[in-house]
């Protein structure tokens, strides 16, 4: 390292230069016109149609989860409304071999990569099937530990790094769990090993009723990449195309050897924190929701894509319509399958034998089970 | 004297302790202007302003070093683990650190923190909100664990814990939040830490219990008596140290005994009582001390809860094995 007189170095200045640095990253503006050329991914037409599909089917699909979580027809629900550019868009960048590791909010983007949409729903519901994750879809079950999915992502980045595969690892968290420990041990660890990772930070201001300033005095939160000594970019997370090419990039760098990177999303969640009693008008404004409104990722997008004459009401109307249908689909598989028992968790509790404290207790189980 | 649920009680302790002394610090996620995720904290930061009760970053290790580091400087943290599940991330804080502040420093520091934290079954909540991890605790010598089963017992408990100059891990039952209101007084009050407390009398058979188990017990002692069985309902209160001469007398008086825990059978709680009863009174006993527990298995997934977790109906049967030896 060049050394530089130490009265002359500024700390204070550097910070400030750093954080200036991470200015927002943005293609598509509110308007749904492009702003920055040079970045435009040029996306085929079908693939533009594609990922607005994908966007309004989710809000269909937020839309349903709450309802039918109101009518007690499902269990945990984190709603989503707001984060599709977030989620879909940075998803639209991956291939199939990619493996996902989401938090619980991410419920989407997994069923994009090919989870059943009824196993979504027995996740919800709390039945352990909804877990089962079907061969060749390369996803966890959503965590519930926040920032747990950040260091095991350093891991199955670096197995498939080892492997040999032209493949990245990809998980998110939000603003909240940017604190963690393990938010900084999983970008750390990524680093050192120079690992095909992408990790994801959806700044969604809010962590349940705290507001991002109180999580860190950094700015951005970007920037902790850079303590890491990995690339890093802050997105507006409410445009498609932006947060789309900084995946894409992010990707080929990780498949080309060259290491993980931090994304972060700027993005809004318009719902409660989860449907378990959380109340949004205790720590924010309806200013405040108002004003991300005006920034809705499938506004901007709808307007973009009209334009091109690529979009329009019938076939806005015909995704709502496929998405209301393959939901009651699926609820109808989700209430069908059988109620899970204690036996068959005791069964998943390990790989081959049980043992003897478990096989006593197994006998019991099926007993009860049985009256 | 008022009506209040047990999360009322709590918050009542917590206002009584900050207004009695000024070195009380409230903090954790979401405790702030939201009044934390069951309003156990409602109106406290109001009160008493964001200097003593706030909002932290979303870090459960760090929310413990930062207790541990407070109380180094004269203060005495109460801070929140928002779901006990969540406890090990905090791990080394509290069994590595806190747990051996006053051992390591040759008696010259002492960490009078209390951990408030709920915990517990039968609500339907997602993975790792519900278990029953309090043997983590108990199994760390230099923790005080508390678990209140009523309301009045939660606001003596807590603000004797909060009046301790040893770190306690207050566990409160999720279930019992709100499932009932009785008469807690509302000045300040004390309950002694490592003290049970006979729930009810009975001369046949002594259940020891805590938390959500000690209704359950409760429930089934009445239908014992229905059937012609005095039994004797034991709420532990403070699971470390546990009250030996309470569970001691009793068990010389019935001669006969079960545990009940929420935890697995494979975390011993209930499996240390019973190894003291039969170290201490196995020559007043009628019948071996048996256990009710929840099954080796991780918490299960909600739609298994109501099989899982132990009942009243199995607390009878345990009960009536012990009755008829
Ligand atoms: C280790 C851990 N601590 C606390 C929680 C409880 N909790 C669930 S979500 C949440 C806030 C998370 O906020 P953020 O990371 O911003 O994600 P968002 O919910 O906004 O998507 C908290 C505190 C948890 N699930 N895990
Ligand atoms: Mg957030």
Redesign the interface.
Same mark, same amino acid.
């Given at each position: 390292m060049s050394k530089k007189n130490n009265n002359m170095f500024d700390p204070k200045q550097t910070l400030v230069e750093i954080e200036e640095k991470f200015e927002m990253f943005q293609i598509l503006n509110e308007d749904g016109e492009i702003v920055n050329e040079q970045a435009d991914p040029k996306l085929s037409d079908e693939e533009l149609v594609e990922l607005m599909t994908r966007m309004v089917y989710t809000r269909i699909l937020d839309q349903r989860s709450i309802s039918l979580n109101r009518q007690g027809r499902l269990g945990f629900y984190a709603p989503t409304a707001g984060q599709e550019a977030s989620q879909l868009a940075s998803h639209f960048a991956l291939e199939k071999e990619d493996w996902i590791l989401p938090g619980y909010r991410d419920v989407p983007q997994i069923v994009w990569h090919g989870l059943p949409l009824e196993k979504a729903f027995l996740f919800s519901r709390g039945h352990f099937v909804g877990n089962q994750v079907p061969e060749g879809v390369n996803v966890l079950a959503p965590q519930i530990i926040i920032g747990a999915q950040y260091i095991q992502t350093a891991g199955v980045a670096l197995g498939l790094q080892k492997r040999g595969k032209k493949a990245v690892a990809v998980t998110y968290t939000g603003d909240g769990g940017s604190s963690q420990g393990d938010f900084y041990e999983g970008i750390n660890f990524a680093g050192a090993f120079k690992s095909p990772a992408i990790f994801i930070v959806q700044n969604n201001q809010f962590a349940i009723s705290t507001p991002r300033e109180s999580q860190t005095a950094a700015k951005t939160l970007a920037q902790k990449g850079v303590a890491a000594g990995i690339p890093s970019i802050l997105v507006d997370g409410m445009d498609a195309l932006a947060v789309y090419v900084a995946t894409r990039d992010a990707r080929e760098r990780a498949v080309n050897g060259e290491g993980p990177t931090l994304i972060e999303t700027m993005c809004y969640r318009y719902g409660p924190h989860t449907m378990a009693g959380d109340d949004p008008t205790r720590y924010r404004t309806s200013d405040k929701d108002s004003e991300w409104a005006l920034k809705d990722p499938l506004v901007r997008f709808r307007k973009y894509l009209e334009a091109k004459g690529l979009w329009d009401e019938a076939k806005e109307e015909s995704v709502i319509e496929r998405a209301k249908e393959e939901i009651k689909e699926a609820i109808k598989k989700a209430d069908a399958t059988p109620k899970q028992t204690v036996t068959q968790l005791m069964d998943n509790m390990y790989k081959g034998e049980m043992p003897s404290n478990l096989k006593e207790q197994y006998e019991i189980y099926k007993e009860k089970e049985s009256k | 004297m008022a009506q209040m649920t047990m999360i009322q009680a709590i918050t009542d302790a917590l206002r009584v302790e900050l207004k009695n002394d000024e070195n009380v610090l409230v903090f954790g996620?979401?405790i702030?202007?939201?009044?934390g995720?069951f309003r156990a904290t409602e109106g406290l930061q109001k009160e008493f302003g964001v200097d003593r009760v706030f909002?932290t970053?979303?870090?459960e290790?760090?929310i413990g070093g930062l207790a541990i580091g407070l109380s180094l400087q004269g203060y005495r943290p109460v801070p929140e683990i928002q779901f006990f599940g969540?406890v090990?991330?905090v791990m080394d804080s509290i069994s590595g650190q806190l747990a051996r502040m006053s051992y390591r420093s040759g008696g010259v520091y002492n960490a009078p923190v209390t951990i408030r934290s709920p915990f517990g079954g039968g609500v339907?909540?997602?993975?790792?909100?519900s278990d029953s991890l309090e043997s983590l605790m108990t199994a760390q010598p230099g923790l005080t664990v508390v678990v209140p089963s009523t309301p009045y017992d939660a606001k003596g408990l807590l603000i004797s814990s909060i009046r301790n100059d040893n770190p306690v891990i207050f566990l409160e039952h999720l279930k019992l939040y709100r499932s009932f209101r009785e008469e807690v007084p509302e000045e300040a009050y004390t309950i002694p830490l490592g003290k049970a407390d006979v729930k009810r009398e009975g001369k046949d058979l002594t259940i020891i219990a805590y938390g959500l188990m000690v209704h359950e017990s409760l429930k089934a002692a009445e239908e014992l008596e229905k059937e012609g069985h005095s039994v004797e309902v034991i709420d532990l209160r403070t699971i470390q140290p546990l009250d030996i001469e309470t569970i001691i007398a009793s068990v010389e008086k019935t001669g006969r005994a079960i545990v009940v825990q929420e935890a697995q059978? %494979?975390a011993g709680i209930a499996a240390n009582v019973v190894a003291e009863i039969t170290e201490r009174a196995i020559l007043s006993l009628e019948a071996p001390v048996l256990r009710v527990a929840a099954?080796?298995?991780?918490y299960?997934?909600? %739609?298994?809860e109501g099989?899982?977790l132990p009942n009243f109906k199995d607390v009878m049967e345990t009960a009536k094995k012990v009755l008829t030896f």
């Open positions: - | 996620e979401d702030g202007v939201n009044g995720v909002d970053p979303l870090a290790s760090g969540f090990y991330e339907h909540t997602p993975e790792m909100h059978k %494979q099954p080796d298995t991780v299960p997934f909600p %739609q298994a099989v899982w």
